[in-house]
Antibody, heavy 121, light 107 residues
């Protein structure tokens, strides 16, 4: 079964840091680009970051550029999101999502269940 | 960033109805448009990619059309499991963006 499982969320104070992880299984992780997408409570979806299969290409949303770092370990079938200088507006459910090879550009065909990040003092 | 605007923001319909949701891009995105739905408490699910291609496993009552700036998602005959929030997403740029969502409710 194709599966993505996020972890690492929690409560952090403004200005703090958190590292999210996403464990992939059931497919050849090293062949797929991956993404992080977030959803603030009661709000819509916001794409956060993209990383290509070999980590050679990385993109960030303007709202997180310079504060968040995406990375991956293909040997460990894992995706990461290092989040620094966290703000209240980063509070959200963070999803790990696989990039479909069928779409032109980012298309998200497999999603995890999400991990919750709360930034509050 | 490319802005995506969906209409309507909410919609009430009955089982068996034909429903259409519209998505407009702030600039031309060719056919680089995907549709998802999200049920309460669940992760989104890809329905349509490339504006009109049905994702594997998605029922054929879902269809998409459009190119350039204007796109539509049509559900030919609503089923109980289709009541959810629907999102469009452009994949044209290296900064993908979603529409604000359309909440499809039971009438």
């Amino acid at each position: 079964e194709v599966q993505l499982v996020e972890s690492g969320g929690g409560l952090v104070q403004p200005g703090g840091s958190l590292r999210l992880s996403c464990a992939a299984s059931g497919f050849t992780f090293s062949s797929y680009s991956m993404n992080w997408v977030r959803q603030a409570p009661g709000k819509g979806l916001e794409w956060v970051s993209y990383i290509s299969s070999s980590s050679s290409t990385i993109y960030y949303a303007d709202s997180v550029r310079g504060r968040f770092t995406i990375s991956r370990d293909n040997a460990e079938n894992s995706l990461y999101l290092q989040m620094n200088s966290l703000r209240a507006e980063d509070t959200a459910l963070y999803y790990c999502a696989r990039d479909s090879p069928l779409t032109n550009g980012v298309g998200l065909d497999v999603w995890g269940q999400g991990t919750t990040v709360t930034v509050s003092s | 960033d490319i802005q995506m605007t969906q209409s309507p923001s909410s919609l009430s319909a009955s089982v068996g109805d034909r429903v259409t949701i519209t998505c407009r891009a702030s600039q031309s995105i060719s056919s680089s448009l995907n549709w998802y739905h999200q049920k309460a408490g669940k992760a989104p699910k890809l329905l349509i990619y490339g504006a009109s291609s049905l994702q594997s496993g998605v029922p054929s009552r879902f269809s998409g059309s459009g190119s350039g700036t204007d796109f539509t998602l049509t559900i030919s005959s609503l089923q109980p499991e289709d009541f959810a929030t629907y999102y469009c997403q452009q994949s044209y740029s290296s900064s993908p963006t979603f529409g604000q969502g359309t909440n499809l409710e039971i009438k």
